[in-house]
């Protein structure tokens, strides 16, 4: 889960469209699985994978590396998008 914050107010719809574009294709149907998610709590904004909104809800998550970096790399999407600021960069390198 990692804390970012937003350059407009209007940027937290964008960001979410946008995470729901960004996921796992299913090989079986045409469906893509979205990985992350935006959380907006107490004033504070974050990008969670989906397995950490698991662990949050007090429910057994099974979060791999894998999955820390894919929640990453689609950080840094954003970031090169101009979307999100990161408020302590060095936990998403």
């Known amino acids: ?6 350059n407009e107010p209007d940027d937290f719809l964008k960001v979410r469209e946008t995470l729901t574009r960004i996921g796992v294709a299913s090989r ?3 469906k893509l699985y ?3 998610h935006i959380l907006h709590k107490q004033g504070r904004y974050y990008i969670v994978h989906f397995k950490e909104l698991f662990a949050l809800d007090g429910k057994r998550a099974n979060i791999t590396v894998n999955d820390v970096q894919r929640r990453n790399r689609i950080i840094q999407l954003l970031l090169d998008w101009g ?3 990161v408020v302590s960069t060095d936990k998403v390198n």
């Not at 889960?1 to 937003?6: G, N």
């Open 83 to 85: 979307l999100v600021a």
């Open 34 to 36: 979205q990985s992350c």
């Open 1 to 6: 889960m990692i804390e970012i914050t937003l």
């Open 28 to 30: 079986k149907e045409k």
